[in-house]
């Protein structure tokens, strides 16, 4: 099982139209993600940074797979998933080249920490 970090902070999921231009904020220390599709474009970014969105959702955590995983693996972000789903933890996922990150409500910490920690992972703050 690969470890898992939570990040610090708190990060925020936004939508803009499909046409919209994709903003340029001072990212040099926290996490963003910019996905176009004929239908939207949603930004993934630290709270603290404002954007004027259609719409947003605010207060998620952030968790990485501590692992530069290899595209030929198959399951991990599945297994993971799976346990979340069963303690009734909703999630967004964002993967990289690199690696995945599970963004989760704050509230659910605790029980994000502790039903993957019951099953063996390795949690870390």
Do not use: W
């Not at 595209?71 to 297994?79: C, I």
């Not at 909703?90 to 599970?102: A, G």
């Amino acid at each position: 099982m690969y470890p898992l970090k939570i990040l610090p902070g708190l990060y925020s999921v936004h939508s803009f139209a499909p046409d919209a231009e994709v903003p340029e904020p001072d990212i040099r220390k926290s996490i963003f993600s910019a996905t176009r599709t004929d239908e939207e474009l949603s930004i993934i970014c630290d709270s603290e940074i404002t954007l004027d969105s259609i719409s947003r959702e605010e207060d998620f955590k952030c968790m990485k797979i501590e692992a530069v995983l290899e595209f030929s693996l198959v399951g991990v972000l599945s297994k993971i998933t799976s346990i979340l789903a069963a303690a009734k933890v909703s999630v967004f996922v964002l993967s990289t080249f690199n690696t995945d990150y599970i963004l989760f409500k704050s509230a659910d910490l605790n029980t994000v920490a502790g039903c993957l920690q019951e099953v063996g992972y390795s949690v870390s703050h």
